[in-house]
């Protein structure tokens, strides 16, 4: 679970705009992990952990929102194979915040993607798409579209005189 959440802290580090400023590493390692759920399903066989109804995780100031999270488990050892949210998946930190319909976090590839209308908000800076792949350990981001949705990109510059009065 450590995992999950700490590479769900690098979507929002990183994936977002082209301005956003990333995260150090392991930011939030360390914290407590606390999943709140109307309900959670284990089941040893098939190597899951299903938390379902209003699901909320958060470590630090990181929080995931979705209707489902499963937990999947690799069969040597125990060690985490990858995780799904689905159904109104909202990851929030500080400003920034990313929607989808699901999200996946494959942990052999060490990616995350946002399916379903994906978008990344960080104040008035936004990026969207059909498919927002976010690949952590390379600290990279690829946004796709597809014939039904385009790459939508909007960044707002920054107003002269606001940036700590550094002009040239």
């Given at each position: 679970m450590r995992l999950?959440?700490?590479?769900m802290l690098f979507l929002l580090a990183s994936l977002g705009t082209a301005h956003a400023a990333p995260l150090p590493k392991g930011g939030q390692e360390g914290q407590p992990i606390t999943i709140k759920s109307n309900e959670l399903f284990t089941d040893s066989k098939s190597k899951t952990a299903?938390?379902?109804?209003?699901v909320i995780a958060r470590q630090g100031d990181l929080t995931i929102?979705?209707?489902k999270l499963v937990v999947?488990?690799?069969?040597?050892?125990?060690d985490l194979d990858r995780v799904e949210a689905s159904g109104n998946v909202r990851i929030v930190q500080g400003d920034r915040l990313a929607t989808a319909r699901e999200g996946v976090y494959q942990s052999?590839?060490?990616k995350i993607i946002l399916t379903g209308d994906p978008k990344?908000?960080?104040g008035e800076n936004t990026v969207s798409?059909?498919?927002?792949t976010y690949f952590v350990n390379e600290e990279k981001s690829v946004?796709?579209?597809?014939?039904?949705a385009r790459v939508e990109a909007v960044i707002t510059p920054k107003e002269k005189g606001k940036d700590g009065g550094k002009q040239r």
């Open positions: 999950m959440l700490t590479a299903t938390f379902t109804g209003k929102y979705a209707d999947y488990y690799k069969e040597d050892g125990g052999a590839e060490q990344v908000i960080q798409g059909k498919v927002i946004v796709t579209g597809g014939p039904d």
